[in-house]
């Protein structure tokens, strides 16, 4: 009866913790500034040592984080990148169009023949050459001017 009990306490404390709001809090060093990454949200992460690690962040103290299966100390943090929001979304509009453009245009060659090619699909290239590199975009920030610090529940 104790065993199932213990189980049963443990199962709800870990639901417990799942369920609480943790966030990564930067705050700036001379501004009056703060930015909230969330738990779960893609970070790019340069250690001091230079290696850098992309991925899901997981918020696992006040002074430790997980990105991608490494458990990386914020003291250790050189900078952090994060996308945006609004550029990811202009970002797949514009690579999705310069997609439907290239491939519309490939297709009016296939249907008609080689013979005479349109160059419709060639108007498709210049928007995925400004999207592709708009999606991998991260907005860097780095411990000169940022303090790190993990927040549970509220900030």
């Not at 970070?43 to 984080?65: A, D, H, P, W, Y």
């Not at 990811?88 to 297709?107: C, E, P």
């Not at 108007?123 to 400004?130: E, K, Q, S, T, V």
Request: positive net charge; glycine residues 8%; charged residues 20%.
């Amino acid at each position: 009866m104790r065993i199932i009990g213990i189980i049963t306490m443990l199962c709800f404390t870990y639901t417990i913790q799942a369920q609480t709001n943790k966030y990564l809090v930067l705050k700036h060093r001379d501004k009056q500034k703060e930015v909230v990454i969330a738990q779960g949200e893609f970070v790019v992460v340069k250690t001091f040592k230079g290696e850098k690690i992309r991925g899901q962040m997981e918020v696992l103290s006040e002074t430790l984080i997980r990105v991608k299966h490494k458990v990386v100390p914020l003291t250790n943090v050189e900078r952090i990148g994060k996308r945006d929001a609004w550029t990811m979304r202009i970002a797949s509009l514009i690579v999705s169009t310069g997609m439907n453009i290239t491939l519309f245009g490939l297709s009016d060659n296939l249907r008609h023949g080689w013979d005479t090619p349109s160059e419709n699909y060639k108007a498709g290239i210049p928007l995925l050459a400004a999207g592709i590199p708009m999606l991998v975009l991260t907005y860097k920030r780095t411990s000169k001017h940022w303090t790190y610090e993990g927040a549970m529940g509220n900030w």
